[in-house]
């Protein structure tokens, strides 16, 4: 049974920093990608960040790069992604799927539930 939880979101003010955290079951990270998604009101979703043990291969979204930080810890079977400088813009519903890598959502099969995060004054 593969699950994926989220967990660390809510609400912080500009500037601040959260600390998200994708719970895996059922599956190990040694052999597939996690990727982080998000989705605003009104909004596509938007891949955020992925990360795949097999390679060390590591992408960031324009968006995001240099104020968000994946990684994992594979003995956990646990992917966090530290998002540090928030602005308001970076409020959505994030996700973690399971796949092969890459910020494009057709890579991956499996998804959690998503976790609120919202930034603002």
């Known amino acids: 049974q593969v699950h994926l939880v989220e967990s660390g979101g809510g609400s912080v003010q500009p500037g601040g920093s959260l600390r998200l955290s994708c719970a895996a079951s059922?599956?190990?990270?040694?052999?597939?990608?996690i990727g982080w998604f998000r989705q605003a009101p009104g909004r596509e979703r938007e891949g955020v960040s992925c990360?795949?043990?097999?390679?060390?291969?590591?992408y960031y979204a324009d968006s995001v790069k240099g104020r968000f930080t994946i990684s994992r810890d594979n003995a956990k079977n646990t992917v966090y992604l530290q998002m540090n400088s928030l602005k308001p813009e970076d409020t959505a519903v994030y996700y973690c799927?399971?796949?092969?890598?890459?910020?494009?959502?057709?890579?991956?099969?499996?998804w959690g539930q998503g976790i609120q995060v919202t930034v603002s004054s």
């Open positions: 799927a399971r796949g092969t890598g890459g910020l494009g959502p057709y890579e991956y099969d499996y």
């Open positions: 059922g599956f190990s990270l040694d052999y597939f990608a």
């Open positions: 990360i795949r043990s097999s390679d060390g291969t590591i």
